[in-house]
């Protein structure tokens, strides 16, 4: 697969969560013959639900198209390190491998992933790929510093 084609989608759909003043992450579900199969980006703000992160949404679409929960053989892409509830997500949905284009220190599900060595306690597992991308820091930089000057933090 080609990462940097499907993160660079990830991303313009970020820039779409900016617009509703939600956090700039965006996510692409592709399925094993590289057709996008579900899209999302961040609607927490504009939706009023805690819920609706932006690999949430990719996977429901996705599911939606799929006829089914179960998206085994597939890969999700973010332009963020997904959290905890999206890992949950991720798991449950089956997915097979996770590419992501900026590490997230503060509720970045990965480092959980390895120290609680999840992989060996489910019958499903889950590969990863971190794979930076200057254009994901870039917007949650800029979104966040924006913030922080509306707020009058600066």
């Not at 990830?10 to 820039?15: G, H, I, P, T, W």
């Not at 932006?54 to 996705?62: R, S, W």
Request: some cysteine; aromatic content about 8%; proline content about 3%.
């Amino acid at each position: 697969m080609n990462n940097k084609k499907y993160l660079k989608v990830a991303v313009s759909l970020a820039k779409k969560a900016i617009k509703n003043n939600d956090i700039p992450v965006g996510a692409v579900v592709v399925d094993q013959n590289g057709r996008i199969i579900g899209r999302g980006y961040n609607r927490k703000e504009k939706d009023q639900n805690p819920f609706h992160h932006a690999e949430v949404i990719a996977i429901q679409q996705a599911c939606k198209q799929r006829g089914s929960w179960r998206l085994e053989e597939c890969i999700i892409y973010s332009t963020l390190e997904p959290c905890l509830m999206c890992l949950g997500t991720i798991l449950q949905a089956r997915i097979s491998w996770i590419v992501f284009g900026l590490e997230s220190e503060k509720f970045g599900s990965i480092k959980t992933l390895e120290k609680l060595k999840i992989n060996e306690n489910f019958n499903h597992s889950v590969g990863y790929t971190y794979e930076p991308i200057a254009d994901s820091k870039e917007m949650l930089q800029a979104f966040f510093g924006q913030l922080r000057t509306q707020n009058g933090m600066i």
